[in-house]
T-cell receptor
């Protein structure tokens, strides 16, 4: 079974631009979550999608948005990029309907904002 | 909101020795799940061990075990017979049974000394 796939793996943008990151979950997983990882801050929760609906949302500004498609693939978008948005963005999938379900992570998309 | 605290940003252990990583959490919920995740350098995050809050027995997975103290809201990870491959960032995580949302600590970077 294929794991969680994130694209692109690395990208460089300049301030003010926007970026779209993609995540393909494990087959059969209906929940996709996004996290921002920075040194010293750990993983900050962005949002979770389940069956195309946003189920949970973290405390990030409206510049951060996401969506999930009918095949459970998810995208997140960051508009008007700021230097502080430089981070590793992790996507994780889970079955979604059981709290005991673990998260399966992708390798992440490393965003550098210049 | 739930918070997860890992008070040890960095730890080191001699190969073949035992090390304990600390984690505390704050919650008013009675039903939840706790996890330890491992993130090796430049590799994806994987689950190490999981504990259901309603279970009194501490979880064990080979060389990894936890000390779960529900009243104290403490969830430490013990790694026995440490190996070079154990070197990684370790994250403690809490999952709410009510919202299914994960909360992560800031991580502990473990170095294994040959």
């Amino acid at each position: 079974k294929a794991g969680v796939t994130q694209t692109p793996r690395y990208l460089i943008k300049t301030r003010g631009q926007q970026v779209t990151l993609s995540c393909s979950p494990i087959s059969g997983h209906r929940s996709v979550s996004w996290y921002q990882q920075t040194p010293g801050q750990g993983l900050q929760f962005l949002f979770e999608y389940f069956s195309e609906t946003q189920r949970n949302k973290g405390n990030f500004p409206g510049r951060f948005s996401g969506r999930q498609f009918s095949n459970s693939r998810s995208e997140m978008n960051v508009s008007t990029l700021e230097l502080g948005d430089s981070a590793l963005y992790l996507c994780a999938s889970s079955i979604g309907n059981r709290a005991t379900g673990e998260l399966f992570f992708g390798e992440g998309s490393r965003l550098t904002v210049l | 909101a739930q918070t997860v605290t890992q008070s040890q940003p960095e730890m080191s252990v001699q190969e073949a020795e035992t090390v304990t990583l600390s984690c505390t959490y704050d919650t008013s919920e009675s039903d939840y799940y706790l996890f330890w995740y491992k993130q090796p350098p430049s590799r994806q995050m994987i689950l190490v061990i999981r504990q259901e809050a309603y279970k009194q027995q501490n979880a064990t997975e080979n060389r990894f075990s936890v000390n779960f103290q529900k009243a104290a809201k403490s969830f430490s990870l013990k790694i026995s017979d440490s190996q070079l491959g154990d070197a990684a960032m370790y994250f403690c995580a809490y999952r709410s049974a009510r919202s299914n949302q994960f909360y992560f600590g800031t991580g502990t970077s473990l170095t294994v000394i040959p």
